[in-house]
C-alpha cells in the first residue's frame, strides 16, 4: 500500500473513533443529580450537555399523580451542565417527584436529601402532626398520667422508648419478612406482638429496678400494649413504604411529641388545682378544656415549610 493509502486509512480510523466516541457520550447522558428547590422549581445536573432546553423536553409528576403532569414555565441553564426548572405548581424540599426528558430519553426520581426528609419527618411528627393534639391519639393515658408533672416525665420518656424500639423493630419485620413473603395481611398480629414483646420487657425491667416508678403508674404501663400512637407509628411506615431513616425519624418525632404533650399538660394540670375552677369544670372537664386550647396553640405549626 502507498504512503497516501496508508494517511487515508489512519485518517478514516480517525474519524471512525471520534465519531464511535462521540456517539458513545451522548449514549451516556445521564442525570447526576436532581433535587426541588422551592417556592416552585426542580435543579438538575447531567454528566453531558443536552440538546434540548425548552420546557417541552421536561415532564414532571408528582409520585402521588403519575399520570397528571406539572406544567414546566421556563427552564434556566446553568454551569456545569446544570439545569434549573421553573414550575406551574409549588413544591417542598421533602416532597417525590418524577422527571422525564424526552431528548436524550432519560427519567429520574426526584427525591429529597436523607437529612431533609429525616428532619422534615421528625419535625412533622412532633409539632405539625401532633398525635395528641392534631391526630388525638392516645388521649386514655394522656389524661391519665398527667396530672402530676414527675409522672409524666417518666411516662413520656418511656412511651418515646418504647416507640422507637417497636417502631424499627416493626419496621425491619415489615421490610424484611411480611413484604417479602407477602404476608401484609398479618401486619397488625405482628405489631401487636412487638409491642407487647417490648412492653413486657419494659416492665419486668421496672418492676426490678423502679418498684415505686412502677406501682405509681399502675394500669396506664400496660395500656401502652394496644395505645393507638404505639400502634401508629408501625402502621404509618408500613403504608408509607418508609425506609429505615424515615421510620426512625418518624418513630423519634412521635414518641417525643407524646412526651412533650405529656409535660405541657401536666403543667397545666398542676397549675389548676390551684385556681378556683367551677364545680361542674372540676377534674376531667377542664382537663378537656386546656387539651382543647394546646390543639389550637399547635394548630399555628399547620402548613409550616421549614426548608422553604
Known amino acids: 500500500m502507498s504512503r497516501s493509502g496508508l494517511w487515508l486509512a489512519a485518517a478514516l480510523t480517525a474519524a471512525g473513533l471520534m465519531l464511535t466516541a462521540e456517539s458513545a457520550g451522548a449514549d451516556d447522558t445521564r442525570i447526576l443529580s436532581a433535587r426541588p428547590v422551592p417556592p416552585d422549581g426542580i435543579r438538575l445536573r447531567f454528566s453531558a450537555p443536552i440538546g434540548r432546553t425548552d420546557p417541552a423536553n421536561f415532564r414532571v409528576t408528582t409520585a402521588q399523580a403519575p399520570d397528571i403532569p406539572i406544567a414546566v414555565l421556563a427552564v434556566e441553564p446553568g454551569p456545569g451542565h446544570r439545569v434549573s426548572l421553573k414550575l406551574s405548581e409549588p413544591v417542598t424540599s421533602t416532597g417525590r417527584y418524577r422527571l422525564d426528558v424526552s431528548d436524550p430519553p432519560l427519567h429520574r426520581e426526584v427525591n429529597p436529601s436523607p437529612w431533609t426528609l429525616m428532619l ?30 414527675d409522672t409524666a416525665i417518666g411516662m413520656g420518656i418511656t412511651f418515646a422508648v418504647v416507640m422507637i424500639l417497636t417502631g424499627m423493630l416493626s419496621w425491619a419485620i415489615d421490610s424484611w419478612v411480611l413484604r417479602p413473603l407477602q404476608l401484609s395481611f398479618l401486619q397488625i398480629l405482628v405489631f401487636i406482638g412487638v409491642v407487647a ?26 395500656l401502652i400494649t394496644t395505645n393507638c400512637i ?43 388545682e390551684l385556681a378556683r375552677v367551677p364545680a361542674p369544670f372540676a377534674g376531667l372537664p377542664i382537663a378537656f378544656a386546656l387539651t382543647g386550647l394546646f390543639a389550637l396553640a399547635f394548630m399555628g405549626f399547620s402548613g409550616l415549610d421549614f426548608f422553604r
Open 120 to 149: 422534615g419527618v421528625f419535625l412533622a411528627s412532633a409539632l405539625i402532626n401532633n398525635f395528641v393534639f392534631t391526630r388525638y391519639l392516645g388521649l386514655c393515658i394522656f389524661f391519665g398520667v398527667s396530672k402530676k408533672r
Open 197 to 222: 414483646f417490648a412492653v413486657q420487657l419494659l416492665d419486668t425491667v421496672l418492676r426490678k429496678t423502679h418498684a415505686a416508678l412502677y406501682q405509681r403508674w399502675g394500669i396506664y404501663l400496660m
Open 230 to 272: 404505639i400502634l401508629a407509628v408501625p402502621l404509618l411506615n408500613a403504608t408509607a413504604k418508609s425506609g429505615s431513616l424515615e421510620a426512625l425519624a418518624l418513630a423519634v418525632g412521635s414518641g417525643i411529641g407524646f412526651a412533650v404533650a405529656l409535660f405541657l399538660m401536666s403543667c397545666a394540670r398542676e397549675r389548676m
